[in-house]
């Protein structure tokens, strides 16, 4: 499946393991967009999770609702 996120420039030696070149843009400000066609298990939401900085995810809409959810779940289970 195709996903594409964008990411700080401080996770791009970390993107560059996983994907190739010709998946990765720089953009203006630093930060990276990736857009390939890669696995959406469980295990890619927590490794984008685990990359420094910030990651926008913009496809598909059932990676960035994973992520969400484990978002609002460690939330939840660390307020008082």
Do not use: Q
């Amino acid at each position: 499946e195709e996903i594409c996120f964008v990411a700080d420039k401080a996770a791009r030696g970390r993107i560059a393991e996983y994907f190739d070149s010709g998946a990765i843009a720089e953009n203006e400000d630093g930060s990276v967009t990736v857009c390939a066609r890669f696995p959406t298990g469980d295990w890619v939401a927590s490794w984008i999770m685990g990359l420094p900085g910030t990651v926008s995810i913009l496809k598909p809409e059932r990676l960035r609702a994973r992520i969400r959810e484990t978002a609002e779940s460690l939330v939840h289970k660390n307020t008082p």
